[in-house]
């Protein structure tokens, strides 16, 4: 099925002459399905044992474990506005010695390049603790930004907001079921929005309440923080999902990004 053209032809069914309004917030996006991992020239993967140049720097501290390796080569073709860099790796890590995800869980993201992937090592010294290799497997996909996201805020000025949820729900089950995976796009938020608290934990705040001054920055900057990764914690082929279910979600800010700061990323979990 060509989800473009499918989720094209929903809008155009639904929406009509407002068609145009629903199209400008859709969100290119990469989704992500899992498999086993049966193939060690794959370097994309949840869990197992980073794979690196030696003399890279991962975490010093040993309670980290590798949630997710992503090479960027291997979905480049599907990054079809060039937020990413064309190659290299990026590495998730988080503390294992948490019991559940929250908004203070402790994470950790890495960038490197390589040449060849003869240079590549497992880097089995780094962790005490590993979890299940899975496969990722990508895939072109749409996302809608959440009710509470600003774009979907300004958009319900004109067409009903109980209208645009109950499609585009019916339009993303027609394309993929659940939450899932994701890469890029609109984060899909079990509370509402994420870029708020992409900006409320990037700016170090402790908690809500807040004075105007932390609101006004909060507000300069949300719209400018990028989904760089989405977790969906229902996905029991993951061996980390022992954790609270709900979904985790790395945002880095557009500045950061283009300047290759990966560590200066954020993560969020949301549960229902």
């Known amino acids: 099925m060509d989800i473009k053209k499918e989720i094209d032809r929903l809008i155009n069914e639904y929406f009509g002459k407002q068609s145009e309004l629903i199209a400008s917030i859709l969100k290119p996006s990469i989704g992500i399905k899992t498999s086993e991992f049966n193939n060690t020239e794959i370097l994309s993967k949840f869990g197992g044992v ?3 140049k030696n003399g890279f720097s991962f975490p010093k501290d040993k309670n980290y474990s590798l949630l997710c390796q992503l090479d960027l080569s291997e979905f480049k073709i599907l990054d079809v506005e060039n937020i990413l860099p064309a190659k290299g790796i990026l590495y998730f890590f988080i503390d294992n010695n948490i019991q559940t995800f929250s908004e203070e869980s402790s994470s950790l993201v890495f960038y490197q390049t390589y040449d060849k992937k003869a240079d590549l090592v497992y880097q089995q010294q780094h962790l005490e603790h590993v979890y299940k290799e899975i496969k990722l497997n990508f895939f072109e996909y749409y996302s809608f930004p959440s009710y509470q996201e600003n774009e979907r805020l300004k958009l319900s000025e004109e067409i009903d907001d109980d209208l645009i949820d109950e499609i585009t729900e019916e339009i993303l089950f027609n394309t993929q079921v659940g939450v899932g995976h994701q890469i890029l796009g609109a984060p899909q938020a079990l509370q509402g929005g994420v870029h708020y608290h992409f900006a409320h934990r990037y700016l170090g705040f402790k908690d809500y309440n807040l004075d105007e001054s932390q609101k006004k920055q909060i507000t300069q900057i949300q719209d ?6 989405q977790i969906d914690l ?13 979904v985790l979600y790395f945002g880095i800010l557009k500045d950061d990004l283009n300047k ?13």
Do not use: W, Y
């Open 234 to 246: 229902e996905d029991t082929k993951l061996s980390f999902s022992e954790f609270n279910m709900g």
């Open 224 to 229: 400018n923080f990028i989904l760089l990764l």
């Open 260 to 272: 290759l700061k990966f560590d200066r990323t954020v993560l969020i979990f949301q549960s229902t």
């Open 50 to 52: 980073p794979k690196a």
